[in-house]
């Protein structure tokens, strides 16, 4: 999994209890995320959880996931790679698969679809691009509503696969 959720070095916060069911109900979960301030990077074995923590302070932070995200996909033999969205996390993760057999999943968790979240920001824009391209590729794509399923449907038609809506607890 990758994400950017720094909560999940905390042992006591929802984040890193939710990730613990996951990776008991999986057998083995591996997330690759940024670290926050004060916490040091590196690697944190939870049972059958194990968090790899990037200090993204360095000005090639994306290319530094690129490259540790393929390195922990080939050494763990790892089956399935999910992103927390379409975007950044999502091309990171497009990225590390595309070398690999392991198959690529998207977590949608917002309507980025919605004309108030593109007229944000331009930023807001451009990752609407990105998901565009990034969507294709899933192998897998997991949403938190109904409405939000059927906004991809709408706009990607048969260029995505059928979105599975699992809301987030």
């Given at each position: 999994?990758?994400?950017?959720?720094?909560?999940?070095f905390?042992?006591?916060?929802?984040?890193?209890?939710?990730l613990?069911?996951?990776?008991?109900?999986?057998?083995e979960?591996?997330?690759?995320?940024?670290?926050?301030?004060?916490?040091?990077?590196?690697?944190?074995?939870?049972?059958?959880?194990?968090?790899h923590g990037?200090d993204?302070?360095?000005?090639f932070?994306?290319?530094l996931?690129i490259?540790?995200?393929?390195?922990i996909?080939?050494?763990?033999?790892?089956?399935?790679?999910?992103?927390?969205?379409?975007?950044?996390h999502g091309?990171?993760?497009?990225?590390?698969?595309?070398?690999?057999?392991?198959?690529l999943?998207?977590?949608?968790?917002?309507?980025?679809?919605?004309?108030?979240f593109?007229?944000?920001?331009?930023?807001?824009?451009?990752?609407?691009r990105i998901?565009?391209?990034?969507?294709?590729?899933?192998?897998?794509?997991?949403?938190?509503?109904?409405?939000?399923?059927?906004?991809?449907?709408?706009r990607?038609?048969?260029?995505?696969?059928?979105?599975?809506?699992?809301p987030?607890?």
């Amino acid at each position: 999994m990758i994400g950017s959720d720094t909560t999940i070095f905390n042992t006591e916060s929802a984040t890193r209890k939710r990730l613990r069911i996951y990776a008991s109900q999986i057998g083995e979960l591996h997330v690759l995320s940024r670290v926050g301030k004060g916490v040091k990077g590196g690697v944190v074995k939870d049972g059958v959880l194990t968090l790899h923590g990037v200090d993204t302070s360095r000005l090639f932070a994306p290319f530094l996931f690129i490259k540790y995200a393929r390195h922990i996909i080939k050494e763990n033999s790892i089956d399935i790679v999910s992103a927390q969205d379409p975007f950044e996390h999502g091309f990171v993760a497009w990225c590390a698969t595309h070398t690999t057999t392991a198959k690529l999943h998207m977590q949608v968790h917002t309507d980025f679809l919605s004309p108030w979240f593109i007229r944000t920001s331009l930023l807001n824009r451009i990752r609407v691009r990105i998901a565009d391209h990034i969507l294709t590729k899933a192998d897998g794509i997991r949403v938190v509503s109904k409405r939000v399923k059927n906004s991809l449907i709408s706009r990607y038609g048969k260029h995505i696969q059928t979105p599975s809506v699992i809301p987030i607890a």
